[in-house]
């Protein structure tokens, strides 16, 4: 998949079908998108182009983006296994956004062949999101291409919607959250220096900090699975099941909310480390114990729980 950092930079005579949205989670129902994306192009003899944006529109738009669903190299890597042939990461700012529909897709149209356009029902872009559904098949017939509408995907009882994954996962329904994303939750961090109290504990952890706020489930103990180096995010050249921890530790007066992961079976260094964790299931939520001993006889049977958890079948 060749990646492209704006709109402008697609090739000159390109016959191509696009679809464009934030895609922010990568859920079962953008891949559902994606998909028809590239079937539409294959019909039509065409190239599949995917348009998302950088930073999220929200941050533009409205001052504060929602924590995200997926560190944008996951996003990217996996908007790559739908297929597309182009993928292009366009700068969201308010120049961008102020364009009108009609203004935007004559624009991506100079000098190409736009032969399609695949959108849902909910989707909009442009000034004030004029550009719903209705007025892209109006546009087509003026344009010149055709619109292939893609029904959203229901399941659960509900739409597959990143509004609704934040919802789920903040409310620690990772089993849910898994049907609508098709994968466990996961969420990318650089591995930082912590007070090493994990250590002391006979329990060394990974401690993650993130560049931008990020959806978390609710702080407790989950069984849970890494990953780093390699370059792809989904496919890291190392990998180890454990036992994380997020909150506040009360134990030791509390502070700062964290995430740290102790890796079963590992001894090395991670520091600096872009480490993806996977939260496979909550064990517990957050205790404070009275006694460093009381806590580490805890740890003990949470990290063999989770042992017998990543072990097993499913997880």
Known sequence: MEILHSCDALPADLRFVVTLGTFDGVHRGHRRV????VAEARARRATPVVITFEP???????????????????????IAEAGPAITVVQPFDRHFAGQSPAAFLRRLASGRDLAGVVMTPESAFGQHRAGTLAEVERLATEIGFAVRAIEPLELAGGPVSSSRLRELLSAGRLAQARRLLGRHYAVIGEVVAGDRRGRQLGYPTANLRFERPVTLPPDGIYAARAGWGGGDPLRPSERADGVASLGVRPTFGGGERTLEVHLFDFNGDVYGQQLRLEFVRRQRGERHFGSSEALISQMDRDAARARAILGGRGA
């Open 56 to 78: 999220h529109p929200a941050a533009v738009l409205r001052g504060q983006p929602p924590p995200l669903l997926c560190d944008p190299a996951e996003r990217l890597a996996l």
């Open 34 to 37: 994606l998909a028809a994306t």
